[in-house]
């Protein structure tokens, strides 16, 4: 059983960066792909970018790309989303999750199967 818990949310400007971070626990990290979703309110949980097992390969929604960075720290245990160039459309609360079936980057919320309990993001216009 795998304990996600992330960090690194709050309010930013337009323009502005952040960090996100998930520390995971209770299982062996590096066989899980981990992912970053979001959800914003009245809306449903959408894929952010999801990373392999070992960093190599990373995928990206298209809303994200080229403005956020996903990377991982094995040693640490460790997930980061490095979120660059805000928008107010990014508002969301992000959650971070893992995926068993490490051989695959899963871009849906249901192939996840652990999940943190979420960090608000708010970008401000």
């Known amino acids: 059983q795998v304990q996600l818990v992330e960090s690194g949310g709050g309010l930013v400007q337009t323009g502005g960066s952040l960090r996100l971070s998930c520390a995971a626990s209770?299982?062996?990290?590096?066989?899980?792909?981990m992912g970053w979703f979001r959800q914003a309110p009245g809306k449903e949980r959408e894929f952010v970018a999801a990373?392999?097992?070992?960093?190599?390969?990373?995928y990206y929604a298209d809303s994200v790309k080229g403005r956020f960075t996903i990377s991982r720290d094995n040693a640490k245990n460790t997930v980061l989303l490095q979120m660059n160039s805000l928008k107010p459309e990014d508002t969301a609360v992000y959650y971070c999750?893992?995926?068993?079936?490490?051989?695959?980057?899963?871009?849906?919320?249901?192939?996840?199967?652990?999940w943190g309990q979420g960090t608000q993001v708010t970008v401000s216009s």
């Open positions: 209770g299982g062996p990290f590096y066989d899980y792909t």
């Open positions: 999750a893992a995926d068993r079936e490490y051989y695959r980057l899963a871009t849906v919320a249901p192939e996840y199967d652990y």
């Open positions: 990373i392999s097992w070992n960093g190599g390969k990373s």
